[in-house]
């Protein structure tokens, strides 16, 4: 009871001891026989550095890419890099290594065998050791592509699996299910397409789903080895392509 008539009196910088302890008094029917403000100050003061502690040790520490793509260190030492509008929230000084999120990010996680990595969004919890993974989430679905390492996603409904290195899955309405991984999963983070032997075909989707444009894939078995930048514009990456394998691409 003193502690709410503390914080009802309460204003960073300024607190009102004597209006609080006038308020105890008079809630609890006793009488003010000797001078009790002293004390009564001190109290308070101390209830208040209490309760600035609990609060601060309960707060969420909000990580968030505004603009352009960010890469943020978390206090386990884990990178995650963040899509324009995409958020991680974290309690530090509770459990630095869980952490909530929203939108698109990559998660580089710090090795700790004894503390797993648990990452959950309003639709899945993701749980890893230490890996390299990039999780998309939208309203209605969930997409987790496994770079390194392995981890274990599940659902709110406790359905599950497993992913490992080249793996992606896609969780909708409460089931997961598994997806043809493409080359460059994370390019968005990374900003590069790193293609070693790679058939045109699944180059070409990657692409056109990357730039959101279609491309008439050929019919053909050749294989591409080659680096684009992100911020190249597509058309001189076909331009590239076309050259080096001798196919005509539209």
Same mark, same amino acid.
């Given at each position: ?6 914080? $009802? ?15 105890? #008094?008079?809630?609890?029917? #006793? ?27 309960? /707060? ?21 890099? #963040? ?19 929203? &939108? ?34 939208? %309203? ?27 793996? /992606?899955?896609? @969780? /909708?309405? &409460? ?16 900003? /590069? ?11 070409? $989707? ?17 294989? #591409? ?8 514009? @597509? %058309? ?8 080096? @394998?001798?196919? %005509?691409?539209?």
């Amino acid at each position: 009871m003193t502690l709410q008539f503390v914080l $009802n009196h309460f204003v960073y910088g300024r607190l009102d001891y004597r209006q609080a302890f006038k308020g105890f #008094l008079k809630a609890t029917g #006793l009488k003010r026989k000797i001078n009790w403000y002293p004390y009564a100050s001190a109290a308070a003061a101390i209830l208040i550095v209490v309760f600035l502690l609990c609060h601060n040790h309960n /707060s969420w520490k909000e990580y968030t890419a505004y603009d352009i793509t960010q890469t943020f260190t978390l206090a386990d030492g884990t990178q995650v890099t #963040l899509a324009p509008g995409a958020t991680v929230s974290v309690q530090e000084h509770r459990n630095p290594r869980h952490v909530s999120m929203s &939108g698109q990010a990559l998660f580089t996680v710090a090795k700790d065998p004894e503390h797993p990595f648990v990452v959950t969004s309003p639709q899945s919890r993701i749980e890893v050791l230490g890996t390299v993974f990039s999780i998309t989430e939208s %309203d209605k679905i969930t997409r987790v592509d496994v770079t390194e390492g392995h981890v274990m996603a599940s659902a709110l409904n406790g359905n599950s699996t497993e992913l490992h290195a080249g793996e /992606s899955a896609l @969780l /909708s309405d &409460g089931f997961w299910s598994p997806l043809t991984p493409s080359p460059n999963p994370t390019a968005w983070a990374t900003g /590069s397409f790193v293609y070693d032997a790679v058939p045109l075909a699944d180059v070409l $989707n990657e692409l056109s789903a990357y730039y959101g444009k279609d491309i008439i894939v050929p019919d053909t078995d050749k294989r #591409l080895t080659a680096e684009f930048s992100t911020d190249m514009p @597509l %058309d001189e990456i076909l331009g590239f392509i076309s050259l080096a @394998l001798n196919v %005509d691409l539209k």
